[in-house]
């Protein structure tokens, strides 16, 4: 497959344990933030957004938390499997503009 | 519902030619960006159409441009193709109406310049 990015940060779980996944975005004034996943050779995938007016947010097996106050965000996947393993980014829109990527993580799942 | 559409897939160039992708946005939705993704750069913005407009522009050189057809289909080209220009160019689309809501992405363009 094709490389994403060749010097990224890694997270390595073992299957069936919990990922959290964090990211530190620049903007203050960003109000809206994405997390997607990108698999080799394909283009990222949208998995779960949170608003400036919540600090969590749960979808299936994943939940966002976002720290205002510290700029943080980050991404809970529970239960993790080997169909997890991908790069991770966060993305964040300051009102009104398009959306800015962090440089993302790549997880690896060991079975 | 069809997802985001790009083509062609893959392309091989020579420097000095150049390029135009093409982006189907999904049905209803009127904006779509681009972006240029790689290894080191990671993922940046190039621009954003909406409703035939630019709305949006990265800090690209003029060689990057775009456009946006009244059925939403959007194309960018690239002329005098550079070696840096080799990426994965991924075009999003969203609905536009409110600026922060979900973009979904196509499985973008590798792009190879040699």
């Known amino acids: 497959g094709e490389s994403v990015g060749l010097h990224l940060p890694t997270l390595s779980v073992q299957e069936g344990d919990n990922s959290i996944i964090n990211c530190a975005y620049s903007n203050s004034a960003s109000d809206y933030f994405i997390w997607y996943k990108q698999e080799s050779g394909k283009g990222p995938q949208f998995i779960i957004d949170?608003?400036?007016?919540?600090d969590k947010r749960q979808g299936q097996r994943v939940t966002v938390l976002l720290n205002k106050t510290v700029k943080h965000l980050s991404l809970q996947i529970a239960a993790t499997q080997p169909g997890d393993s991908a790069v991770y980014f966060c993305a964040e829109s300051p009102g009104n503009t398009p959306l800015v990527f962090g440089k993302g993580t790549r997880l690896s799942v060991i079975a | 519902k069809a997802g985001v559409t790009q083509t062609p897939r893959y392309l091989i160039k020579t420097r000095g030619q150049q390029v135009t992708l093409s982006c189907s946005p999904i049905?209803?939705?009127?904006?779509v960006s681009w972006y240029q993704q790689t290894p080191g750069q990671g993922l940046q913005f190039l621009f954003e159409?909406?409703?035939?407009?630019?709305?949006n522009k990265g800090n690209f050189p003029g060689r990057f441009s775009g456009r946006q057809f009244s059925n939403s289909r959007s194309e960018m080209n690239v002329s005098t193709l550079e070696l840096g220009d080799s990426a994965l160019y991924l075009c999003a689309s969203s609905s536009g109406d409110r600026r922060n809501t979900e973009a979904f992405f196509g499985q973008g363009t590798r792009l190879t310049v040699v």
């Open positions: 159409y909406f409703s035939e407009t630019q709305r």
């Open positions: 949170i608003r400036s007016n919540m």
């Open positions: 049905s209803g939705h009127r904006s």
